[in-house]
């Protein structure tokens, strides 16, 4: 039977998938620590106080491309190049998702406005990895190489997901309500159409390692283009609400460093 955890299974279980995997997450998580530590060195006086708190969110990223390629390391692989079309953190830059890397290779500060969408742009983005890693601990918190990473990046996602909900809510009680429902509207509409086309493109190279037949191939498909219909018609909704997080001032620590053995 097709499911979830049988999809997972057999990524992890072949070496040339595992390692493309991996290799993604990797990338991923490295361009999103190196985003929020340009960010946090641009930010403007006024918000000074965020600065620390995007500095250790960009060291939860940094952690955790470092634990992907540490499991890869632990098989005996190396990292693998990512295909363009399955590099879902450049493709939301390339389509104006968040702020620009061009304007973050300057040494000019940034406006409250693009604070407010850095924080809208990764609330979006964190409802997915929250989810994503959710699906993950579920199947494999107890997994024996896999478990301690999975159990510590999920935890991280929920602190990041916390921390975005705390800090826009405070930005709404500012004045800049409209702004952000605009922007996280944007953002959670561009996310889902990127999001359905990186999974496709995944699916479509782990089923030429994988030798998936047509069939399976294609209900994996059909799957992911029902995820996008259901978000399309109303289940970004997810995405764009607010409310205050039980976990308050989730970032005003320290990032955790990763396991010794991950």
């Known amino acids: 039977m097709l499911s979830a955890k049988s999809l997972f299974q057999e990524i992890l279980d072949h070496d040339e998938s595992f390692a493309l995997f991996c290799s993604i997450a990797a990338s991923g ?11 946090a060195a641009l930010v403007p006086e006024s918000q000074r106080d965020l600065a620390p708190k995007i500095t250790r969110h960009g060291a939860d990223e940094d952690k955790h491309g470092r ?7 632990k098989r005996g692989l190396e990292p693998v190049p990512v295909p363009p079309e399955t590099d879902y953190t450049m493709l939301l830059e390339r389509n104006g998702i968040g702020l620009a890397h061009d304007k973050l290779k300057r040494d000019e500060p940034l406006t409250v406005q693009d604070i407010v969408t850095y924080l809208a742009h990764s609330r979006v983005t964190e409802q997915r990895a929250s989810e994503q890693m959710e699906l993950l601990r579920k199947h494999f918190a107890d997994h024996p190489d896999l478990g301690r990473a999975v159990r510590m990046i999920s935890n991280d996602e929920d602190n990041h997901l916390a921390y975005c909900h705390e800090e826009l809510l405070r930005f709404a009680y500012a004045g800049h309500g409209r702004v952000i429902r605009r922007t996280l509207r ?5 996310e889902i159409r990127i999001y359905r086309d990186v999974s496709l493109a995944v699916m ?5 390692i994988l030798g998936w037949p047509k069939p399976k191939a294609a209900l994996l498909a059909a799957g992911i283009h029902a995820v996008y219909l259901y978000e399309r018609l109303g289940g970004r909704r997810r995405m ?11 970032l005003g620590g320290p990032a955790t460093p990763e396991p010794e053995a991950a």
């Open 240 to 250: 764009v609400s607010l409310r205050m997080p039980e976990r308050r001032d989730a």
């Open 67 to 73: 634990i992907f390629n540490a499991l890869l390391r």
């Open 186 to 190: 944007e953002c959670a509409l561009a």
């Open 204 to 208: 479509a190279h782990m089923g030429r």
């Open 29 to 39: 998580e490295s361009q999103g620590g190196w985003e929020n530590a340009r960010i």
